[in-house]
């Protein structure tokens, strides 16, 4: 159904998961990292065509962090 890969390794005593295709799927990336009780989602857009006059390479960062 989808194309999901999940790539796993130990980092500091414990397991790194990343994990792309099945959340963000409309983004034109997207990871899951997981660390222990710990997850990060990091997504990427961008345009498809150049805005006239634009020197410059525009980033936004939107950050949210969520306790449960």
């Known amino acids: 159904m989808f194309d999901v890969t999940v790539?796993?390794?130990e980092w500091g005593g414990k397991t790194l998961r990343l994990e792309s295709?099945?959340?963000a799927r409309q983004?034109?990336?997207a990871v899951l990292a997981t660390l222990?009780?710990?997850v990060v989602l990091a997504t990427a857009?961008?345009?498809r065509s150049?805005?006239?006059g634009q020197d410059f390479f525009?980033?936004?960062v939107n950050y949210q962090e969520k306790t449960f």
């Open 7 to 9: 790539k796993e390794t």
């Open 21 to 23: 295709g099945r959340i």
């Open 27 to 29: 983004a034109d990336g």
């Open 36 to 38: 222990g009780e710990t």
């Open 45 to 47: 857009t961008a345009a």
């Open 50 to 52: 150049v805005k006239p």
């Open 58 to 60: 525009p980033l936004t």
